[in-house]
């Protein structure tokens, strides 16, 4: 739940405006246990009586699991469509899919997926005319195919790769050695790693992981002490050297980076579990026989420091200290003092979106009004030009090696399926490198719209509207509603080939972009965090608000969703305002704000919501938390929740206590159902699942806003 770790699936419907909803019959639940549980915080007794549902070892838990999916796919399989909805999905999901190239030598890596594989294939090809042939098959891992591959890295010198393996969509990761040359895995293996990335030096790299424990991947323990390692290849994971480790801070991240030229390590540390939403920044010379790191920033606040490259002994380095919206400066370690970094690219309007660096050249993307801008600057800061997009939407990629001569950029917006352009560097032209076509689906047959929404306290709202062409403003059309408002994560165009099953049914679609994003910078982040997280509901009941006004559709034909901390999102919404939504889909959600920071890594995301054990953070959180927000006898809306049994971020216990509190409280005759995927994490561990739970989702979204698909 980073920034750029947008993990929320964006959901979207299709439907015949003229049904009705069917008639509700009521459910018959599994029985859910209460115990006398009562936590105490600040003088404020709290209730937990859910709180066996933590234990996902259980067989207790394991039985209310089996006997709550039993529940629920009958309900699913009552459904007339839903298997001809299925079959419409997985077509609509049946299209190669492509990665951005990279290179290395002559030698280009990307991955592919034909359309309907459980995983990407890595492939390479000599030159980019080449044949390509298939280096990785993670397929092959597997028999069901929940094998993931999570990592791939490319040494510098393109003999050897690291790929890093999940199993069932677990964080948990297993990092292993590919021989690139004669496509064999070495016999080297490292486990134990999460937030880690993979930092190749010469004949070796490094990597964060957590110390081996007995309960170390457990869902109820915390996971503390990361560590950074060094691993040399042919050596035993006991012979790693500890490059790094601060046990007296127990919950912080530390992550490393190696520069191209294999000169500089460089480490961050993050300390979010403390409130901090920044980060420190340190550097080591890995020519030198020193192995200290030498500060760049050292004291943890909520500035936020990247090293987006070094040229020759400085350093290129973003930050929004002193620049809520983004700014590049340059720094010397000759010359340490912030009063002596200079600015190579100052701070814009504009909020700076990406940076990167490559064939000598740095490239930036800014955002105005939620649609990329992207422009080309020799590394003084000296813009060269603008590099001119399709329309409005999204850019991502735009980096590469020093020596490229080329670089790779993606292009998608809501009717925009995601498509590779090729930069060429001297000549500064674009050319399409890589489209894709999506079977049964027409650009020109929908239209995109941007307003501006006033939320309860004056401030402007963007929201993006997708639909077909000559909708009419009757009320009566069926909407779905998505946001995410957290964590700096943006919410920009993007194209989903599965939304393409409700757009053709006659279906709104609506992303609203929230505060607590990074759609205006760090500003608008803030404005959406800790005491000010109410500003995130106010912004999306706003937007609905919106959209009923101006007869896009009604209460009874509106369907909101969102994931992770999108579902705290719609769980919040729903308790405040159960009477504007006639459908509401929790995907892994966070759901118990008061114990959030007790299980695996979610004392990380204190930084955005603050702590139960502050007074004024435990004030504002209990007023909000979608599971103690319930109210016995209100008329809540038909509620899908969704989770996984993988799920080590968000951990199911928050959908677990949140379903059988709202079964209890439920006051109306909408069903309430909780539906949890097997051998899956935080997001569906291969496309068999994907397009399973997406079907499931869109069926029940459609049965209960009354809509008939003609499938």
Not at 524 to 550: C, M, P, S, Y
Not at 680 to 687: D, P, Q, R, V, W
Request: aromatic fraction near 12%.
């Amino acid at each position: 739940m980073s920034r750029r770790q947008h993990v929320a699936v964006v959901f979207t419907a299709a439907v015949s405006a003229s049904c009705s909803a069917p008639s509700p019959v009521p459910m018959t639940y599994p029985t859910s246990k209460k115990v006398d549980q009562v936590d105490i915080y600040h003088r404020v007794s709290v209730a937990d009586p859910y709180r066996w549902l933590e234990d996902d070892r259980s067989a207790e838990t394991a039985a209310w699991v089996e006997a709550q999916n039993a529940v629920t796919f009958a309900h699913l399989d009552t459904i007339p469509f839903r298997s001809k909805l299925t079959s419409r999905v997985e077509q609509l999901f049946n299209y190669p899919k492509f990665s951005e190239p990279f290179r290395r030598g002559n030698t280009y890596f990307f991955s592919k997926n034909d359309g309907l594989q459980n995983q990407a294939v890595v492939y390479r090809q000599q030159g980019l005319d080449g044949t390509p042939e298939v280096l990785l098959d993670p397929n092959t891992l597997s028999p069901d195919g929940t094998t993931k591959l999570s990592v791939f890295a490319v040494s510098m010198d393109g003999r050897l790769a690291i790929y890093g393996l999940s199993e069932g969509g677990s964080d948990w990761l297993e990092y292993r050695v590919l021989d690139v040359a004669t496509k064999r895995p070495l016999a080297d293996v490292v486990e134990w790693v999460k937030v880690s990335g993979a930092a190749w030096a010469g004949n070796g790299f490094f990597y964060s992981r957590y110390p081996a424990s007995d309960k170390g991947k457990d869902l109820s323990e915390k996971n503390v002490d990361h560590q950074v390692f060094h691993h040399r290849v042919g050596t035993p994971q006991s012979a790693d050297e500890l490059v790094f480790s601060d046990p007296a801070n127990p919950e912080r991240f530390h992550t490393v980076e190696v520069t191209e030229d294999e000169r500089f390590l460089i480490l961050t540390v993050s300390d979010r579990g403390k409130g901090k939403k920044g980060n420190a920044v340190y550097f080591r010379d890995l020519a030198s026989p020193s192995k200290t790191f030498t500060s760049i920033v050292d004291e943890i606040g909520d500035d936020t420091f990247h090293v987006v490259d070094n040229v020759g002994d400085r350093f290129l380095i973003y930050t929004d200290r002193k620049a809520p919206n983004g700014r590049v400066f340059l720094f010397d370690p000759k010359t340490p003092a912030e009063s002596e970094w200079r600015d190579i690219l100052p701070e814009r309007a504009e909020p700076l979106d990406g940076v990167a660096t490559g064939g000598g050249k740095l490239f930036a993307s800014y955002l105005k009004d939620v649609t990329s801008r992207s422009y080309v600057f020799d590394l003084s800061g000296k813009q060269e030009h603008e590099i001119a997009l399709p329309g409005p939407g999204a850019v991502s990629g735009m980096g590469g090696r020093r020596d490229d001569r080329e670089v790779f950029y993606t292009f998608t917006s809501f009717n925009y399926p995601p498509t590779i352009f090729r930069y060429d560097v001297a000549s500064r032209r674009s050319s399409i490198f890589r489209s894709v076509d999506i079977p049964g689906f027409a650009a020109d047959a929908y239209d995109v719209k941007q307003v501006f929404v006033t939320s309860k306290d004056g401030t402007q709202v963007p929201m993006f509207l997708t639909y077909k062409k000559g909708l009419a403003l009757n009320g009566a059309n069926p909407t779905l509603m998505y946001g995410y408002g957290g964590f700096n994560i943006t919410l920009t165009p993007a194209f989903s080939a599965l939304r393409i099953a409700l757009l053709e049914q006659g279906f709104v679609y609506a992303s609203v972009n929230l505060r607590g994003g990074n759609e205006y910078g760090e500003t608008w982040h803030e404005a959406g965090t800790k005491l000010r997280k109410q500003n995130v509901f106010d912004d999306f009941i706003a937007a609905a608000e919106w959209l009923i006004a101006n007869k896009y559709t009604s209460p009874a034909k509106m369907a909101m969703t969102g994931g992770s901390n999108g579902g705290l999102l719609v769980g919040a919404v729903m308790n405040q305002r159960p009477e504007l939504f006639a459908v509401v889909v929790p995907q892994v959600g966070v759901m118990d704000m008061l114990r959030f920071h007790t299980f695996t890594i979610g004392w990380n995301w204190i930084a955005d919501y603050g702590s139960s054990q502050d007074t004024e953070e435990f004030k504002a959180l209990y007023a909000y938390s979608p599971l103690h927000n319930l109210k016995a006898g209100t008329r809540y809306p038909a509620t899908l929740v969704t989770t996984a049994d993988h799920d080590d971020r968000v951990v199911p216990a928050h959908s677990f206590k949140y379903a059988a509190t709202l079964q209890e409280r439920q006051g109306g005759p909408a069903p309430v159902l909780i539906r949890i995927d097997t051998k899956s994490g935080h997001g569906a561990s291969n496309t068999k699942k994907q397009i399973e739970s997406t079907a499931d989702i869109y069926a029940f979204v459609m049965h209960h806003l009354g809509v008939k698909p003609s499938l």
